[in-house]
């Protein structure tokens, strides 16, 4: 009987490790000003999988491996992608990559992929640099994962430098969103590179802010928006394998800036994409994830601003409606403050910190004040114009 526990004990060892995908994230080496590689410098944003930093993807990392996956990393610099390369890798990440790939790796990826491979793609302008010193206009991330992923039909555009989103709302149920297209599953970005589809890849995910106030628009490096093709999310089965293209690369960042793996349900989108792209489409994979997060959603509040002003002792009565529907009991603060004006103006009982605030205008002029809405992560500033004659 003994014996028969060993056995069946070694049998459940080898199913699991012959059952665990295997993951491999493609990292490059830059340096702030856009040296390439960094060489003496230090390495800007490679978002290594083993860096517990703010900048890191340690939990990205975790999150795969929750899911019954294995996850390693590979510098683009030495690694050739064919079919050596590929042939013991169920899905491939394109990272933090700089290196613009050939012709023939890019054959190589398309024949793997019709075979069962699959493939996950984001890009951002910090893969050419720092953008206050090689500016958010630079291309060198996007050219390095276009050469590989514009024959699935997704090209990646310039970061547009724009604002937070979050995607909530899809085109379709699908296992990604938990089969529920209508917020099954909110993931967010800040900053995005959104990927300009065309056949065979199809749109999962339209551009959209979510009322995060992020401008639907493109870098002028890619000419005009266009909410037909230029999305958040494109998927592509192509022959056997799956292809996935995300328009930011914040969201998996253990703490970086706008957004990040804990915020929304950046963590299990991370882990949906990656099973998807591995061919599986298994819930049980979610069931002994001790770390999932099992407290209520947070989403953003609406917010719609009324006012009244009153001559006779020229004030603004402003009225804000803050209309928040989760049930993650945070309640959302509000905020007022004076940005423009040929004057300063008053608080009434010096409380910019309310809904209804008194504003007291001495001097004809445009003013503009702004309202910063805090709801748990979610910070939503509105602006009202007023002109005293």
């Known amino acids: 009987m003994k014996c028969k526990k060993i056995l069946l004990a070694i049998s459940l060892i080898c199913f699991l490790a012959v059952d665990a995908q295997n993951i491999v994230y493609v990292y490059g080496d830059v340096a702030a000003d856009g040296t390439l590689p960094s060489g003496s410098k230090k390495p800007f944003h490679q978002m290594r999988l083993n860096d517990e930093g703010d900048l890191g993807m340690s939990g990205f990392k975790k999150a795969l491996e929750a899911v019954g996956c ?21 899905v491939l990440i394109l990272g933090s990559n700089q290196r613009v790939f050939i012709e023939a790796e890019a054959k190589s990826l398309k024949r793997w992929v019709k075979k069962g491979g699959g493939v996950i793609t984001w890009s951002d302008s910090g893969f050419g640099g720092e953008y206050s010193i090689v500016g958010v206009d630079n291309e060198v991330g996007r050219i390095s994962d ?33 089969n529920n297209k209508h917020k099954g599953v909110a993931f967010r970005g800040e900053g995005v590179s959104f990927v ?11 551009a959209q802010e979510g009322g995060l106030g992020g401008r639907l628009v493109v870098n002028s490096n890619d000419g005009k928006f266009n909410e037909n093709t230029d999305v958040a999310l494109a998927i592509a089965e192509i022959g056997k394998g799956r292809v996935i293209g995300v328009f930011d690369r914040n969201l998996f960042w253990n ?53 009244t002003y009153s001559k006779t002792d020229n004030s ?27 004057a300063d103006c008053e608080f009434e009982n010096n409380n910019p910190n309310t809904t ?14 702004k309202a910063s809405v805090l709801d748990g992560e979610f910070e939503i500033n509105k602006f009202l114009n007023y002109v005293r004659e």
């Open 70 to 90: 294995t996850v390693s990393e590979v510098y683009d610099q030495e690694i050739v992608i064919n079919a050596e390369f590929l042939k013991s890798i169920d």
């Open 146 to 178: 276009n050469v590989l992923m514009e024959q699935f039909g997704m090209y990646f555009l310039t970061d547009n430098g724009a604002g937070n989103y979050l995607v909530n709302e899809y085109t379709q149920d699908h296992f990604i969103n938990k």
């Open 196 to 206: 300009r589809v065309s056949k065979p890849a199809v749109i999962l995910a339209k």
């Open 255 to 307: 703490a970086g800036a706008g957004t990040r793996l804990s915020h929304s349900d950046n963590r299990v989108f991370a882990q949906r994409i990656a099973l998807w792209a591995a061919g599986i489409e298994d819930e049980q994979r979610f069931a002994n994830d001790t770390h999932a997060l099992v407290s209520a959603l947070n989403t953003p509040p609406t917010i719609t601003i009324d006012y």
């Open 316 to 342: 603004l009565a402003i009225t804000a409606v803050i209309t928040d529907e989760d049930k993650d009991a945070i309640s959302p603060e509000i905020v007022w403050k004076q940005v423009k004006g040929p």
């Open 356 to 369: 209804t605030p008194r504003i007291f205008i001495p001097k004809a002029g445009k003013y503009v004040f």
